[in-house]
């Protein structure tokens, strides 16, 4: 006997595999993590897309844990309905249907990170064993990093859940510290021509004056 309200909208678990194979097949391909450091990174980004798609699809883990902690306060007659599943809007009343600002400032997130990452990648593929100051690395110095924390933060507003929630800043931090390493690593390799780039590149948010840095 089926036990969950009629409007149940998850247990769709093809959805589930079909989104995570093609986030994590398409970054997986311009990504190309080497490192042991990159591939457990790698591997929690995986996770926080399986956690996200599972939860918008497959089992609405937070919906649970939240009707059982608010009880009848629970702000939703039926909160097992795919609309009742968005918090931002359950909670605070912010449309995020499609075609609102919301939801397209998500997928501008979303795949202007994609973007950035395939371009990133780009940029570092020509490259070769130099030193890369071209594509985006022209105007920060960790733009594939930036790709990623803008897809999380893109998925934080189209579908927040608790475990998500809890795994961006865990996941954002690691993409700080890894990058951190890396530069220490370029010092190392390229110790006059990374120090001048430094002085020339922001790190994380660019300039809108900044001109292209020759190699």
């Known amino acids: ?13 093809g959805l589930v595999a079909i ?9 997986l391909s311009f990504a190309k993590p080497s490192t042991k450091i990159e591939w457990r990174n790698f591997g ?7 956690a996200l798609f599972v939860e918008m699809y497959g089992f609405p883990l937070t919906i649970y844990l939240l009707t059982s902690w ?3 306060q629970y702000p ?6 795919h609309e009742s599943g968005h918090l931002l809007g359950l909670f605070f009343g912010i449309q995020t249907g499609h075609g609102t600002v919301f939801h397209l400032l998500s997928n501008l997130l979303i795949f202007g990170g994609a973007i950035i990452i395939v371009q990133g990648w780009n940029a570092i593929h020509k490259g070769g064993s130099s030193l890369v100051a071209s594509g985006p690395y ?11 924390i803008a897809i999380i933060t893109g998925f934080l507003i189209q579908w927040p859940t608790v475990i998500t929630l809890l795994m961006a800043p865990v996941l954002i931090v690691r993409y700080i ?3 951190k390493k890396e530069e220490g690593f370029m010092l190392k390799q390229f110790p006059r021509e990374y120090r001048v780039y430094m002085e020339k590149v922001p790190a994380w948010f660019p300039k809108f004056s900044l001109t292209k840095v020759e190699k």
């Open 70 to 72: 608010l009880g009848n």
């Open 1 to 13: 006997m089926d036990t969950h309200p009629v409007e149940y909208a998850y247990g769709l678990w």
């Open 76 to 81: 939703a007659a039926n909160p097992f309905s």
């Open 44 to 50: 929690f980004f995986t996770s926080f897309v399986i």
């Open 177 to 179: 510290l890894l990058a």
């Open 138 to 148: 022209q105007y920060v110095r960790h733009p594939q990093y930036i790709g990623f």
């Open 19 to 27: 989104n995570v194979g093609l986030f994590a097949g398409f970054l």
